[in-house]
């Protein structure tokens, strides 16, 4: 499966952004999968996982209550909706594929334990 995040921007605070993640291959919907950023001079962080049918999720702490992560299998995309955004969301977004044994396992939260990493989309959130 390839990936490609879409959908980023220039935003001000307070404002939303709806990111995509479109997969590629008809194996999309076997795959957990997630999304992680990364801010200029820091390290990849991850920021939310969905298991391959939709019906789990997680959040880092920092974004919870903000992003919601869906899925849609039969468009073979991946969605991350972000609200009240704030200067601090600011980075490059990717989006990639993860192995249900391991989301099962809670290691969705590592970036060394995806398989299949799309090219970003950058994300700036203006004070």
């Known amino acids: 499966v390839q990936l490609q995040a879409s959908g980023g921007g220039l935003v001000q605070a307070g404002g939303s952004l709806r990111l995509s993640c479109a997969a590629s291959?008809?194996?999309?919907?076997?795959?957990?999968a997630g999304w992680f950023r990364q801010a200029p001079g820091k390290a990849r962080e991850f920021v939310a996982a969905i298991n391959w049918s939709g019906s789990s999720s997680y959040y880092a702490e920092s974004v919870e209550g903000r992003f919601t992560i869906s899925r849609d299998n039969v468009k073979r995309t991946m969605y991350l909706q972000m609200n009240s955004l704030t200067p601090e969301d600011t980075g490059v977004y990717s989006c990639a594929a993860l192995e249900p044994s391991r989301y099962v396992s809670g290691r969705y939260a590592h970036p060394g334990e995806y398989a299949r990493w799309g090219l970003g989309t950058q994300v700036t959130v203006s004070s």
């Open positions: 291959g008809r194996t999309f919907s076997s795959y957990a």
